[in-house]
């Protein structure tokens, strides 16, 4: 049995009464019969209530209702499959030691292949989040998660020992591998470009530059909007051959609705090459008007032909090919749907994994040059460097950056400065702080 995630109509449903709803999505099986309890906490969720966490003042985007639906929807079908009733689940007995150990073995997958820890991780703490809300509904009986409190020795923010943290983590959880990032070359990446301006567009091929050369999310280079780069070159803010600019259209967290009723996330400064910003600048007063002319002129006819003249599209990148926004999918699909790519994974993701990587590789590299002769390069002297670049310079870029992703760099930059000198006991240290800082289960 297969269930199914529906989005409304949200303009017939705000006609209709219902305003606060016409954002949240509802949940069916395969007959189209609807699944009222699932539905309800997709609703409670959008408004911040199904966690019972008192007041929030931070609601779920839109992607992220998606994906608490789909977690659902999985955890449903796994019921059906299992001939459990999903009101009888229990933590440990079902939860973890049987839809957990269906998703680690790949019983319980469309490829039948093992799933990974952040994904298993995930449906496991959403579905516990629904079967606890159901249980404050009375809509089952109780339900209780096993949790356990763990101290977090966490890196010093300055020049000082180590600092001790407080955490909760969710007993049971799959303990994931330490990510060991494979970062290309320049010249794979160099080469992979030209494919895709080849294959798949210019346009498209200058949105793939801006990602792996700002860090930005695939999200928000597809809502990068006409005037995020100043259209007035005199207001671009210029330090020697970087720009910065603000970006707040596509960025995760809190959201606002601006006056076109478009979701809008917290804004940030990023920096930009000058060079790329020429070019992003030349895209939008050579290139764009005549892909939005193209659009225009393809009206079926002249009444069309006015509307679509009249409808100003704020988003900055249009489809060469029809001239509509270009979708974070079909940007997903130039990106690695190509004859020729850096490895088999390389995906829009990695591409900010790329420049927050070659970044502090510069930087380190500039650092080196300027050592006195015979000094001896050590762990402590990149790791302490390192820190210091990812809280001034990494984080403000990327909007975030949690104790694992932090470690997830400094292990490669390590492992590239000293090759063959690399510890065991340093990378131990690393590991032991990656399971002890796990997500936290609220």
């Known amino acids: 049995m297969n269930f199914l995630i529906y989005w409304p109509e ?5 006609d209709a009464g219902f305003k606060s709803i016409a954002r949240v999505p509802c949940i069916f099986n395969e ?5 009222r309890e699932a539905s309800w906490y997709l609703r409670d969720r959008s408004r911040g209530e199904a966690l019972n966490l008192g007041e929030q003042t931070r609601y779920p985007t839109k992607q992220s209702l998606e994906t608490f639906g789909r977690a659902i929807c999985n955890f449903l079908e796994w019921c059906v499959w299992s001939s459990r009733p999903w009101q009888e689940v229990d933590y440990f007995n079902d ?14 997958s469309i490829r039948k292949k093992p799933l990974s820890a952040s994904t298993i991780n995930s449906r496991i703490d959403e579905t516990c ?49 330490p990510l060991v990032l494979k970062i290309p070359s320049d010249e794979e990446v160099e080469r992979w470009l030209d494919c895709v301006k080849l294959e798949k567009g210019e346009t498209k091929a200058l949105m793939c530059e801006i ?10 280079c597809v809502q990068w909007r006409i005037w995020t780069l100043p259209e007035d070159r005199r207001s671009w803010d210029i330090v020697g051959d970087k720009i910065t600019l603000k970006v707040e259209y596509g960025a995760k967290g809190s959201k606002r609705l601006d006056g076109d009723g478009v979701e809008v996330g917290p804004s940030r400064q990023i920096v930009i090459p000058l060079e790329l910003a020429e070019r992003i600048h030349y895209y939008r007063e050579y290139v764009r008007p005549k892909i939005r002319m193209k659009f225009v002129n393809a009206a079926s006819n002249e ?25 974070g999918k079909m940007l997903w699909k130039a990106w690695s749907e190509v004859s020729i790519k850096p490895y088999r994974e390389w995906s829009p993701h990695l591409g900010r994994h790329f420049w927050c990587c070659r970044t502090l590789l510069n930087f380190y590299l500039e650092r080196q040059k300027q050592l006195a002769k015979g000094v001896v390069i050590t762990g402590d002297w990149i790791t302490g460097n390192a820190q210091s670049d990812l809280l001034t310079i990494i984080k403000p870029q990327l909007g975030h950056l949690d104790v694992k992703t932090t470690n997830t760099y400094l292990r490669w930059l390590q492992r590239l400065a000293l090759g063959a000198r690399y510890t065991d006991e340093w990378i131990e240290n690393l590991e032991d702080l990656d399971a002890l800082f796990g997500d936290n289960f609220g």
């Open 211 to 220: 990602i792996i050369k700002t860090a930005i999310r695939r999200e928000e």
């Open 10 to 14: 949200e303009s017939l449903l705000i």
């Open 129 to 177: 989040n629904f079967l606890k809300w159901a249980a404050r509904k009375g809509l089952r009986g109780s339900f209780k998660v096993q949790v356990q409190n763990m101290n977090l020795r966490l890196p010093s923010r300055g020049v000082g020992n180590a600092y001790l943290k407080e955490g909760i983590s969710r007993v049971g959880q799959v303990r994931a591998d």
């Open 95 to 108: 939860l973890i030691n049987g839809y957990q150990k269906h998703m680690e073995s790949g019983v319980f």
């Open 31 to 35: 007959n189209w019969n609807y699944q």
């Open 303 to 327: 009444t069309e032909r006015r509307q679509r003249m009249r409808n100003i599209e704020k988003r900055l990148f249009l489809s060469e090919y029809d001239g509509e926004p270009i979708s």
